[in-house]
């Protein structure tokens, strides 16, 4: 079989692959920022003490962990139709079942960025006169974000290579992009081998840039 890359000019990339990649940016940003909000919530919750808190945060995050993300992705777009009566469309429903999945590893991480803040710091906020959610906020949260950055922007990259997982919905990400433009030159393979450098190329440029940034945090504590 000989393969031939040559129809791949950018009048194919602008037509086929550029606007899967505008999606698949945007699916990974949204479901980052929000899925860092609510997995900060999350993390609140079970750090809170609070049983009637602790124990919801648990449930969601304990189930959505242990439920493969294309599963969850193909359970909304079905069945959320049938309980509003109306269709959300393929976009739309993997933005948000992204959301809410990604909040559940995100919630871990930021727990475990909470509690890797010494207890010192949280006793200083209270003999100062902050309330909890005042220390949090101005005084753990801070150090939390910055000690748990590299993780946090780690699992974002595993975010992005999950969006593929959208095709399942016929959601028009970067993979459908260059699933269409193979078959309508008849060169599936190519299209294939290409999105998987792209892949390789984005994923790994971003893993490096995550190193960097891991290296610079180690320095300044």
């Given amino acids: 079989m000989n393969l031939d890359f040559s129809f791949l000019d950018w009048s194919v990339v602008s037509s086929f692959v550029a606007k899967g990649f505008f999606f698949s940016i945007q699916l990974t940003l949204i479901a980052m920022v929000g899925g860092i909000l609510l997995g900060t919530l999350l993390a609140l919750m079970r750090l809170s003490g609070k049983s009637w808190l602790v124990w919801p945060a ?9 439920i493969p993300l294309v599963v969850v992705i193909l359970w909304f777009f079905l069945l959320i139709p049938l309980l509003i009566g109306k269709a959300l469309g ?56 910055r000690n748990m950055l590299p993780v946090l922007l780690t699992q974002t990259i595993i975010l ?6 959208v095709y399942a919905i016929g959601a028009y990400d970067l993979l459908k992009g260059f699933e269409v433009a ?15 450098v792209v892949y390789f190329v984005i994923c790994f440029g971003l893993s490096m840039l995550v190193r960097r940034l891991q290296a610079k945090i180690q320095i300044i504590r």
Avoid at 160 to 165: I, R, Y
């Fill in 90 to 145: 393929a976009e739309l429903s993997a933005i948000i079942t992204f959301t809410l999945f990604e909040a559940a590893y995100y919630s871990e991480i930021m727990r475990a960025g909470i509690q890797s803040v010494p207890k010192g710091q949280v006793y200083a906020g209270y003999a100062v006169g902050m309330s909890y959610s005042q220390t949090m906020q101005l005084v753990v949260l801070p150090q939390a974000f």
């Fill in 182 to 196: 193979g078959k309508n030159f008849n060169r599936p393979v190519e299209t294939y081998l290409v999105a998987a």
């Fill in 160 to 165: 992005f290579q999950d969006t593929s997982l």
């Fill in 58 to 66: 648990a449930f969601y995050v304990n189930t959505l962990r242990s």
